[in-house]
């Protein structure tokens, strides 16, 4: 505008120079308040663009309908074989010398009680003797292991031994495990036998000259595969799981209502036994610190949940099983209808559960289960005084001319909300100064929905909001920061479910008229 | 009384002395259009205020200021029989700028009151200030004259907005008041003003170098014809004055802007969705509402050309009635008046006329013009509107010419007052 100006000021100047004026400099100017109006800022968003700020955490997925669709993962509980092949390798004397006294030495191998080994096989591990000799004995020596069996044969030494040696065996080149089979006797143990025969043939008494005969499982053993029965200790997992859903931390009061929220939960298992899930608890906290558990009769109070396990000719596959919370089966629609802050849950498992012993099982060493969880959150639903709220620093030094200002706002919505807005202008101290309407104030009106929830039209709305000489001064030279509260209520204040799609609209436009002196 | 001023709009007259010099004369004539004086100035105690509201209140939808202002600083003619030679100076500065209401009403009073209008806020400029060195040539018969002058003009300073682009129109939206702002818009100017950006800008009224300036790049040059028939107690006179130009190329700066900008305010559609607000965008259709390209280009501004056409009819020796048709055409605007006069002689040491004029739509103007000759000494004064002198902030039309000039060789007496 200055450009256009200029020429103006120059007649005006010239004017005047032609008047009875010494000195221009006491020419003052006046006139009365000048009000402008000018735009102060536009905006559009969709509800789908707001939630890629808001949830962080969250995918946010459209139905072809376009419905949207918010996704939480949750952590992804998992147990390995580990949980059984620690079991046995806290039984079995790995890393010790275990004495061969007898020429039969029966070794239990049913330890954990309820675990029925049919077979194992290795897939790492060593094995070595030692034994001792009197110098003036001579003796052959065979040492067998029945139930260790390489390429289908028992683990077996023969030693032809004479007395003088400090230690005979193979400590210096240990028996590789790698591929050998575990195959337990009947009763579950393992059977180590030997014998010792003098040079002529005859029986050595073990303790005359024999002495210290012993064996060695090293404690690198590491299992391939189990077959038999598992028994039925729950498989308890360390570290519990959690959803975050933090769009619902965003606001800080009021209810929304989900219509169809789903957690849907996915078992992946490779465990070639019958498997249950068992909760110890599964709830959601609200963002009032509520908890509420998730209940499902179809599942019973711990959640019980038969996971799809491989069949003995299916070893190395893993099998999914994948189960719905849905408000037909549990009460997921009324707990995650409180305003989630999450959901968190500790999931274990329960092998054989039926505890049926002739059905036999098999775990690989890659055997594993995992328990995934899914929050679905589709944006159908009823919202009622729904608020978030902010704050930010204010600075009115460069308006100390502005007498009064009207705000303008315009909306044009396709959303079914409606969103009610007040502004505090604050002190430091967040004492209110004043505010920008008399009362929350609603600047967006829904748009009008069908008898589906749908949105039919689109919605307009002019808000005004004058603040004039005294308390724009007051609000000027007191107020520090603005707070700026919203709340958001689905059509029928709260009343009617409704959905929201991902191409529906919101368009917000300011603009400001300003006197000055 | 023969003055020799006369010469000023009629270079075929040389009046009946030999020898004519004018030692200095002064010709104003403000003409305004809408607003006056009056309604923007105002005196409370010693302090001039300019009344803004006022002003904007008493103005018309297009309202306009047209200054003509020739100080004449020597002026000598020369009678040699039938030939009539002259020789002169003058200062001369020729303003004339128009504006619409709306203009000084969005820029002081703000745009609110234009809400869901557009207003055209253009306006044009035509500034010359310049100097004339003049010379006359003019042969004289009894029946009638004829004569001419060459003017060597020398521009001192000049603004000039191109007739062809001066346009520039606001509109106030009233959804959110955006802002729709269509130029296109050429300022030309040579030693007026300096323009960097909206908030760097120097004006410069006054000449920098003095108002003497008689050489230099802005240069130009004008005539004037001019021809008398006497037919016993009737006389007629004819001229047209000011037929040229000055082009400036002395700091010669045209600025321009052209284009429709739409300002909306920044959109914080991204703020909304976590990222940055770009507001710069915002800020560059600002900036291009205020951009200007500058050029140093050279400009012409023509004088604004005149023409006069007028009868006499003496009814005694000492009453001479007469009429005058006066018309001044510039790029911006062009002036017409029609006079009746009437002309008592009081013995060869007096004169004094009365005049009645229409100055364009404007029927109010009573004029006088009164001279003296004190032996050589020839003192006279003239103004078409003798409201507009006594009391210049109330009237529309302010006028006057005033001088004094050394006369030797009155040969016949002629009538004052053309």
Known sequence: ?517 | MDVWQQNLTNPAHFGKNKVNVGLGSIYSNTVIEGVTIDDILRIEGEQTIIDIDAAIANMNDQNSLDQYLSIETLNIGLNFGKIGVSLSHAIKLDAFYEYPKAFPQTVFQGNAQFIGQTVEIGSSINLNTYNELALGLAYQEEKFSIGGRVKLLTGINGARTNPDRNSASLFTDDDIYQLTLNADYELQTSGFLNYTDISDFELQIAPEDGVFKLGGENSGLAFDLGAKVNLGKLHFSASVLDIGNIEYKENSKIYSTSGSYLYEGPDISQALSGEDVDFQSSLDTLQKIFEVTETNDAFTVNLAPQAYLSAKYDVSEKFTVGALYYGRFSDNNSKTVIALSGQMKFGKVASAGLTYSIIDDKFTNVGLNGAVKLGPVQIFALTDNLIGVVSQKDGDVINFRAGLNLVFGDKKEVTAGE
């Open chain 1, 1 to 517: 505008m200055k450009f256009y100006i200029l020429p103006f000021l120059a007649v005006i100047l010239l004017a005047v120079s032609c008047q009875k004026i010494s000195n221009l400099d006491d020419i003052e100017i006046v006139s009365s308040d000048a009000e402008f109006a000018v735009p102060l800022l536009s905006a559009e968003f969709t509800l789908q663009k707001l939630l890629d700020n808001f949830g962080e955490l969250a995918v946010i997925t459209i139905d072809p309908d376009g419905t949207i669709r918010l996704t939480y993962d949750g952590e992804i509980l998992s147990q390995g074989a580990d949980v059984i092949t620690s079991a046995i390798n806290d039984v079995l004397p790995l890393g010790f010398p275990v004495p061969v006294t007898e020429n039969e030495l029966l070794l239990p191998f049913s330890i954990p009680a309820e675990y029925e080994f049919d077979f194992i096989s290795l897939k790492a591990g060593s094995l070595v003797y030692a034994f001792t000799l009197a110098p003036e004995d001579e003796i052959d020596l065979v040492l067998t292991f029945p139930n260790f069996l390489i390429d289908g044969e028992p683990i077996e030494y023969t030693v032809s031994a004479v007395g003088g040696q400090p230690f005979y065996g193979n400590t210096l080149a240990p028996t590789d495990l790698a591929g050998a089979v575990i195959d337990p006797e009947a009763d579950g143990s393992l059977r180590v036998l030997y014998t010792a025969t003098n040079a002529d043939g005859s029986n050595f008494e073990f303790g005359s000259g024999l002495r210290n005969l012993a064996f060695t499982i090293q404690d690198n053993l590491e299992f391939d595969y189990l077959e038999g029965y598992l028994g039925g200790e729950v498989f308890d997992n360390d570290t519990p799981g959690e959803i975050v859903i933090d769009f619902f931390g965003e606001f800080t009061r009021g209810d929304v209502w989900f219509q169809e929220p789903t957690i849907t939960m996915t078992i992946d298992n490779s465990f070639g036994m019958p498997v249950s899930s068992q909760a110890e608890y599964f709830e959601v906290v609200t963002v009032d610190g509520e908890v509420l558990p998730l209940r499902s009769d179809e599942l019973g109070p711990d959640l019980e949940l038969d996971f799809n396990y491989p069949g003995l000719d299916e070893v190395g596959e893993s099998k999914q099983t994948t189960y719905v919370f849905n408000k037909d089966n549990s009460n997921i629609d009324s707990i995650l209808g409180s305003s989630p802050a999450f959901i968190r849950y500790d999931v274990n498992a329960l092998p054989n559960p039926d505890q049926d012993t002739d059905l036999r099982g098999f775990i690989s060493c890659e055997s594993e289960y995992s328990v995934n969880l899914k929050a679905d959150l589709p944006i159908y639903g009823r919202a009622s005084n729904f608020g978030a709220q902010d704050t930010f620093d204010l600075n009115f030094n460069d308006y100390k001319d502005v007498k009064s200002v009207e705000f303008k706002i315009v909306t044009e919505n396709q959303l079914p909300l409606d969103i009610g807005m007040q502004i505090y202008f604050v002190k430091n101290d967040n004492s209110i100064v004043d505010s920008l309407f008399a009362d929350v104030t609603t600047v967006i009106s829904s748009a009008d929905v069908d008898g589906e929830g749908n949105a039919t039209n689109s919605s307009k709305e002019e808000t005004f909001a004058p603040i004039d000489a005294e308390r724009f001064q007051k609000i000027a030279t007191e107020a520090n920061k603005v707070f700026v509260s919203t709340a958001f209520s689905t059509t029928g204040n709260g009343t009617i479910p409704v959905k929201v799609l991902a191409d529906q609209k919101v368009e917000v436009r300011m603009g400001l008229k300003v006197v000055r002196e």
